[in-house]
């Protein structure tokens, strides 16, 4: 694998082929790209970042110098750090409101006023009545909706329903937000919620698998992860106070993005990118890179290829800000 391309062309293919449809219409997909020049990363990861936006995805950054990328657990609450949990309470509330024939122009999601005061008084309703009116279709979209893990969808139901009692001084939601963020990771914090689990190693992959269908489900197309795993590969320690990771650990994270790879048709509208350097290309076995786990080398390394031309849509791709077409 010697030939790199162009950044703007791969970034053109992902966005006609990937973001402007297959991911858009509920579709998943793993890149690994590998810059070949300085300071072309912080480009990619701005560039993306910019596309996500103006696409109306939701875009989150996990990088392995402080989040320790081979715990599954780690990822999702890097993630959920990431995501504006009441945004989505509230626009699920618009969404079922709406859906009952209420009218709800020109009600912001995003603002802090209280939104079930918003939409009565837009229909000149008193608020408790218009969560009567409410509750019932959260129990059938939200609680009783299998595609969601049974904690996950308890937690975004009682987030739903903390915007009714929540105050512009105060938010009663914050033991969910702060769970889901892993910022207070005791069972017993939620446990007045009937949760009873906490997001760990053997669990996160189904949190993470319902967080993409409730953003779907609240509006958004989808979820960009651009996930830098530049430090997976060093060998020695600085001590600098950041993730280490040994060859174990190393590995860990390896499997753990096969499992990614193998699990994408459980991955509703996502796309990771996966940052990677030249040192992940390494194939023997004796150092860091892909080659101490072949069952992830072997899902995205193109083993027919063209000696001179690159496929744009390939798994794995090495890129170049002044590579020629």
Same mark, same amino acid.
């Given at each position: 694998?010697?030939?790199?391309?162009?950044?703007?062309?791969?970034?053109?293919?992902?966005?006609?082929?990937?973001?402007?449809?297959?991911?858009?219409?509920?579709?998943?997909?793993?890149?690994?790209?590998?810059?070949?020049?300085?300071?072309?990363?912080?480009?990619?990861?701005?560039?993306?970042?910019?596309?996500?936006?103006?696409?109306?995805?939701?875009?989150?950054?996990?990088?392995?110098?402080?989040?320790?990328?081979?715990?599954?657990?780690?990822?999702?609450?890097?993630?959920?750090?990431?995501?504006?949990?009441?945004?989505?309470?509230?626009?699920?509330?618009?969404?079922?409101?709406?859906?009952?024939?209420?009218?709800?122009?020109?009600?912001?999601?995003?603002? =802090?006023?209280? @939104?079930?005061?918003? *939409?009565? $008084?837009? +229909? %000149?309703?008193?608020?408790?009545?218009? !969560?009567?009116?409410?509750?019932?279709?959260?129990?059938?979209?939200?609680?009783?909706?299998?595609?969601?893990?049974?904690?996950?969808?308890?937690?975004?139901?009682?987030?739903?329903?903390?915007?009714?009692?929540?105050?512009?001084?105060?938010?009663?939601?914050?033991?969910?937000?702060?769970?889901?963020?892993?910022?207070?990771?005791?069972?017993?914090?939620?446990? =007045?919620?009937? @949760?009873?689990?906490? *997001?760990? $190693?053997? +669990? %996160?992959?189904?949190?993470?698998?319902? !967080?993409?269908?409730?953003?779907?489900?609240?509006?958004?197309?989808?979820?960009?992860?651009?996930?830098?795993?530049?430090?997976?590969?060093?060998?020695?320690?600085?001590?600098?106070?950041?993730?280490?990771?040994?060859?174990?650990?190393?590995?860990?994270?390896?499997?753990?993005?096969?499992?990614?790879?193998?699990?994408?048709?459980?991955?509703?509208?996502?796309?990771?990118?996966?940052?990677?350097?030249?040192?992940?290309?390494?194939?023997?076995?004796?150092?860091?890179?892909?080659?101490?786990?072949?069952?992830?080398?072997?899902?995205?390394?193109?083993?027919?290829?063209?000696?001179?031309?690159?496929?744009?849509?390939?798994?794995?791709?090495?890129?170049?800000?002044?590579?020629?077409?």
């Amino acid at each position: 694998m010697t030939n790199a391309l162009p950044f703007r062309k791969w970034l053109d293919v992902i966005t006609r082929e990937y973001l402007d449809g297959y991911v858009r219409d509920g579709g998943a997909s793993i890149k690994f790209i590998v810059p070949t020049e300085a300071g072309l990363e912080s480009k990619v990861v701005s560039e993306i970042k910019n596309l996500g936006t103006h696409l109306n995805y939701l875009v989150v950054q996990v990088n392995a110098s402080d989040t320790r990328v081979h715990l599954p657990q780690e990822i999702f609450f890097k993630v959920a750090e990431q995501i504006d949990w009441r945004l989505l309470a509230r626009r699920v509330i618009i969404r079922l409101t709406d859906e009952r024939g209420y009218k709800v122009e020109g009600i912001e999601p995003d603002s =802090h006023d209280s @939104i079930l005061g918003a *939409i009565g $008084r837009a +229909n %000149a309703l008193d608020e408790q009545f218009v !969560l009567r009116e409410l509750r019932p279709r959260l129990q059938d979209e939200v609680f009783k909706n299998s595609k969601l893990a049974k904690d996950f969808r308890v937690a975004m139901m009682h987030l739903c329903l903390a915007e009714a009692f929540s105050s512009s001084n105060s938010y009663e939601g914050i033991p969910l937000v702060d769970w889901l963020k892993g910022t207070n990771r005791r069972v017993s914090s939620v446990r =007045h919620y009937a @949760i009873y689990n906490s *997001i760990n $190693r053997t +669990n %996160a992959s189904y949190f993470f698998e319902s !967080l993409l269908h409730w953003l779907r489900y609240v509006g958004f197309p989808g979820l960009i992860v651009l996930m830098d795993t530049s430090r997976v590969t060093l060998l020695r320690n600085p001590r600098d106070g950041l993730c280490f990771y040994t060859r174990s650990s190393a590995m860990d994270h390896y499997e753990l993005l096969r499992e990614f790879i193998d699990g994408t048709d459980r991955l509703e509208g996502c796309l990771m990118v996966v940052l990677a350097n030249t040192d992940f290309l390494d194939e023997e076995t004796a150092g860091k890179g892909f080659g101490i786990y072949p069952a992830l080398k072997y899902r995205i390394i193109d083993e027919v290829r063209d000696r001179t031309l690159v496929n744009p849509m390939a798994s794995l791709v090495r890129l170049a800000d002044s590579a020629l077409e």
